[in-house]
Nanobody, 128 residues
Framework: QVQLVESGGGLVQAGGSLRLSCAAS????????MGWFRQAPGKEREFVAA????????YYADSVKGRFTISRDNAKNTVYLQMNSLKPEDTAVYYC?????????????????????WGQGTQVTVSS
């Protein structure tokens, strides 16, 4: 089993940056694909970014492409989401999630139900 704990959220002005971290417990972190999702009030959860188990493949939602970067450090059992040029519409609770390392394609990793473990979320608020 994997436990995930997000951190790094907060309040930032539009145009600013934040880096989210997701620390995972367990020795098998490197065997999992990791994803970031977000949910704004009154909206459904949506895919933000994903990274394959080895870090060689990354995927992004169109809405964040070019502004957000997902990365991982398997030695530290941590996945990151660097968020630049933030917009008010990026305001949401951000969740990290772990999926089977056998999943490496965008079609699978963009789907929330493919993920087995979820963190508790961290709030990101972007003011205009």
């Amino acid at each position: 089993q994997v436990q995930l704990v997000e951190s790094g959220g907060g309040l930032v002005q539009a145009g600013g940056s934040l880096r989210l971290s997701c620390a995972a417990s367990g020795r098998t972190f490197s065997s999992y694909a990791m994803g970031w999702f977000r949910q704004a009030p009154g909206k459904e959860r949506e895919f933000v970014a994903a990274i394959s188990w080895g870090g060689g493949r990354t995927y992004y939602a169109d809405s964040v492409k070019g502004r957000f970067t997902i990365s991982r450090d398997n030695a530290k059992n941590t996945v990151y989401l660097q968020m630049n040029s933030l917009k008010p519409e990026d305001t949401a609770v951000y969740y990290c999630a772990a999926a089977s390392g056998s999943l490496t394609d965008y079609g699978s990793l963009r789907l929330g139900y493919e993920y087995d473990y979820w963190g508790q979320g961290t709030q990101v608020t972007v003011s205009s």
